[in-house]
C-alpha cells in the first residue's frame, strides 16, 4: 500500500526555522517525482517545491525561492524539506506528493500530475 507521512511541523517565531520529512512506504521511492504543497485556510493548495528522481533537478516557488531547500534520501525513502526564515504567509498544512516518473530529471508543479499524497502536517508561523 502507498503510503506517505509527513511530519516536522509546528509552531515557530517568524524568522525561525523547520524541516520537514515525507516519509514513504509500500514503493521505491528511486522512481518517483516528490512534490511539496500547502494550503492556507481559506485558500486553494499551492505548489511548493518539487524534486526530480536523482535530486538533480529542483523547482521552487517564487515566494519561497531561497529560503526554502527540498531534497531527498532515497535509501531512507524520505523527502525533506528545509525551511528557513519563515514568515507568517507561510502558515499552512503543508502536503508531500509522489508522481511515478519514467525519466530521472522531471519535477511537476501542478498538483493534478501527483497521484499519490499523505495527510499533511500544520505549519504555524506567529510571534
Known amino acids: 500500500q502507498v503510503q506517505l507521512v509527513e511530519s516536522g511541523g509546528g509552531l515557530v517565531q517568524p524568522g525561525g526555522s523547520l524541516r520537514l520529512s515525507c516519509k514513504v512506504s509500500g514503493f521505491t521511492l528511486d522512481y518517483y517525482t516528490i512534490g511539496w504543497f500547502r494550503q492556507a485556510p481559506g485558500k486553494e493548495r499551492e505548489f511548493v517545491a518539487s524534486i526530480s528522481r536523482s535530486g538533480g533537478n529542483t523547482a521552487y516557488e517564487h515566494s519561497v525561492e531561497g529560503r526554502f531547500t527540498i531534497s531527498r534520501d532515497n535509501a531512507k525513502n524520505t523527502v525533506y524539506l528545509q525551511m528557513n526564515s519563515l514568515k507568517p504567509e507561510d502558515t499552512a498544512v503543508y502536503y508531500c506528493?509522489?508522481?511515478?516518473?519514467?525519466?530521472?530529471?522531471?519535477?511537476?508543479?501542478?498538483?493534478?500530475?501527483?497521484?499519490?499524497w499523505g495527510q499533511g502536517t500544520q505549519v504555524t508561523v506567529s510571534s
Open positions: 506528493a509522489a508522481h511515478f516518473s519514467p525519466w530521472q530529471a522531471t519535477v511537476l508543479q501542478v498538483a493534478a500530475e501527483y497521484g499519490s
